[in-house]
């Protein structure tokens, strides 16, 4: 939203400038509405991945407005990024959505200068997306502050999954996927080669996936 709602919407997301290539990867903001309260944007994106069903939900910081120019973002509402993703996660339950994972993609995340779980925990609104994300998202992934790190995080009500965050630049996270998956035609049961790989059976990415695996 740097550059206003406007701006992003003809050359981010329509590719109507011939200068900018649209994107190709969905563009989530759970917690954005229109002054009317409806989505402004795709709230959730499901995608296939290796066999797996992949539920992601994103959104943005609700700071938005202030740190860019708020004229560009005037037709726009920010929301508590926790309660809409909450939020769409429980509409994807209620639409019997299948998610073999359930991805949730903060534009927030923890302070420049931390280096422990226990000292990211002092950022209120990090800890907020630690403790008050929906139990069912397996992996949280931050942005926005800039700061790489990745965390084994309690989950509300018992267990861990991961928080993880990037500087800058693209970053690809492969958590492991423990839970089995039904193959879409044939209707049996099996383990998808995440899986496999988080229990070091098959690919290079077999010991980082183990260390991401949930306790």
């Known amino acids: 939203f740097d550059r206003g709602e406007s701006w992003l919407r003809t050359n981010v997301l329509d590719g109507k400038n011939p200068n900018y290539t649209a994107a190709k990867f969905d563009y989530l903001g759970a917690n954005v509405t229109n002054l009317a309260g ?38 726009l509402k920010f929301l508590d990024p926790v309660t809409q993703v909450n939020r769409a996660v429980e509409a994807l339950k209620a639409a019997g959505t299948t998610c073999d994972v359930t991805v949730a993609t ?14 990211a925990m002092t950022n209120k609104t990090f800890a907020g997306i630690v403790n008050n994300t929906d139990p069912s998202v397996d992996v949280i992934i931050n942005g926005h502050t800039h700061k790489s790190y990745s965390y084994s ?11 993880t965050s990037k500087e ?5 996270v492969r958590p492991a996927l423990e839970r089995p998956v039904r193959h879409p035609r044939r209707g049996r049961r099996r383990r998808s080669r995440r899986a496999d790989r988080g229990r070091g059976g098959r690919g290079r990415h077999g010991q980082r996936a183990r260390r991401c695996r949930r306790e």
Not at 46 to 65: F, L, S
Request: proline content about 12%.
């Open 153 to 163: 995080a309690p989950i509300p009500g018992g267990g861990t999954r991961p928080i």
């Open 106 to 119: 903060y534009h927030e995340g923890a302070g420049p200068n931390v280096a422990t779980l226990g000292e």
């Open 168 to 172: 800058v630049g693209p970053y690809r």
């Open 38 to 75: 409806d989505p402004a944007f795709e709230q959730t994106s499901v995608k296939n991945v290796g066999g797996a069903q992949v539920c992601t939900v994103g959104a943005v910081t609700q700071e938005t407005p202030s740190l860019v120019t708020p004229d560009g973002v005037k037709n």
